[in-house]
């Protein structure tokens, strides 16, 4: 499997948007999820997207169909225990098409009928683990449907991703076969890199974003 995107829990509106504009990311279309009570904002590279999402209406979240995938938990609030992430795979090849670890399939009325996000079971204290076995790189787009890839700030692709996070026990099986460096810290923090890391630079988000990208 691949990542196929991540979300970052942000603010309504995901006003912290802005301090990936002025690093010199294009931004691309935004959506809001009918039924599930989330919207979002969100960036584009070839293989894959960044996320911001946030609790855009408290009750459609806490509805019989959306309540088993703790959205409302995880978005709700800052809790510190709470991750504020999710990492969100698909099939790095054709056939691949279950889901690499344990997981039971979400169908949100924003789908068409037949597709399913597969979605780990796994402690707030790590991301939301989840799977798409539709999911497809954004430089594979069809013309209609292309969003932004080129940015300012040059970065094109997501080579990599580290995770820091408060102590929680032992990893879920989802998150031991994601196979993410995790690392022990105080705050949870999301390292991307970009294109190999080559450059040999970052730039830190903090306290906008819980985010670090390298390139």
């Avoid at 959506?31 to 590279?45: C, D, E, I, K, L």
């Avoid at 940015?151 to 196979?179: D, F, K």
């Avoid at 705050?187 to 970052?202: T, V």
Wanted: proline residues 10%; contains cysteine.
């Amino acid at each position: 499997m691949e990542i196929d995107h991540i979300f970052i829990r942000v603010r309504r509106g995901a006003p912290e948007a802005e301090a990936l504009r002025q690093f010199g990311l294009a931004e691309g279309s935004a959506n809001v999820h009918t039924g599930q009570g989330t919207a979002n904002r969100r960036f584009f590279f070839h293989n894959a997207f960044i996320e911001l999402l946030w609790l855009d209406d408290a009750a459609q979240a806490q509805s019989e169909l959306t309540r088993p995938t703790m959205l409302f938990e995880r978005l709700g609030g800052d809790a510190p225990r709470v991750s504020p992430f999710g990492l969100c795979f698909r099939p790095s090849a054709p056939g691949d098409k279950a889901a690499p670890f344990p997981s039971w399939p979400y169908r949100p009325v924003y789908l068409p009928p037949g597709l399913a996000v597969d979605i780990a079971a796994a402690p707030l204290s790590e991301p939301m683990w989840f799977f798409l076995s539709f999911g497809a790189r954004p430089d594979a787009a069809a013309p209609t449907r292309r969003q932004p890839l080129l940015h300012r700030a040059g970065l094109r692709e997501i080579t990599s991703l580290r995770l820091t996070a408060p102590a929680a026990g032992a990893p879920s099986a989802a998150a031991v076969a994601a196979g993410i460096e995790t690392r022990e810290g105080a705050a949870h923090l999301l390292e991307i890199g970009f294109d190999g890391e080559g450059a040999g630079r970052a730039h830190d988000f903090r306290p906008a974003l819980p985010l670090l990208l390298r390139w």
